[in-house]
């Protein structure tokens, strides 16, 4: 499993992680799509913005493996945001290829494409909270 360096695991102040330590013996969990409602908490919306932000940076418009992403969180993503390279698409595989959609992701989350380069995304997350 592809472990990605510099990756943020977490969102900051919480316990909502972006990537795991290391790989499941029983093989990697599924990445399904999962419906985002609008009733949903600000918390998760905040945590699923900062983890686009976070691919966005790391990644771009470029292809990435999962590796030690967090399955959870890039279901919150998968099928809109976030979309798979390979064709056949093997969700429950480390070396799954996705990527970033663009056009998809400017639509979902203006504020990420807004901030300046050298935004500090902590701050950031830290005074929508407040």
Same mark, same amino acid.
């Given at each position: 499993?592809?472990?990605?360096?510099?990756?943020?695991?977490?969102?900051?102040?919480?316990?909502? %992680? +972006?990537?795991? $330590?290391? !790989?499941?013996?029983?093989? *990697?969990?599924?990445?399904? $799509?999962?419906?985002?409602? $609008?009733?949903?908490?600000?918390?998760?919306?905040?945590?699923?913005?900062?983890?686009?932000?976070?691919?966005?940076?790391? +990644? !771009?418009? %470029?292809? +990435?493996?999962? !590796?030690?992403? @967090? *399955?959870? $969180?890039?279901?919150?993503?998968? !099928?809109?945001?976030?979309?798979?390279?390979?064709?056949?698409? @093997?969700?429950?595989?480390?070396?799954?290829?996705?990527?970033?959609?663009?056009?998809?992701?400017?639509?979902? +989350?203006?504020?990420?494409?807004?901030?300046?380069?050298?935004?500090?995304?902590?701050?950031?997350?830290?005074?929508?909270?407040?």
């Amino acid at each position: 499993m592809l472990k990605h360096r510099g990756f943020p695991g977490r969102l900051p102040s919480t316990d909502l %992680q +972006f990537t795991i $330590r290391r !790989g499941n013996p029983k093989g *990697a969990t599924p990445i399904t $799509r999962r419906e985002r409602y $609008r009733d949903r908490k600000a918390l998760d919306r905040r945590a699923d913005a900062a983890f686009l932000a976070a691919l966005w940076e790391h +990644f !771009g418009d %470029q292809p +990435f493996e999962r !590796g030690n992403l @967090d *399955a959870g $969180r890039l279901s919150w993503l998968f !099928g809109r945001e976030v979309v798979a390279v390979d064709d056949p698409f @093997d969700p429950t595989s480390y070396e799954a290829l996705l990527r970033v959609d663009e056009s998809a992701a400017r639509a979902a +989350f203006p504020e990420i494409f807004e901030q300046p380069e050298d935004a500090d995304w902590d701050d950031v997350w830290d005074e929508d909270s407040a």
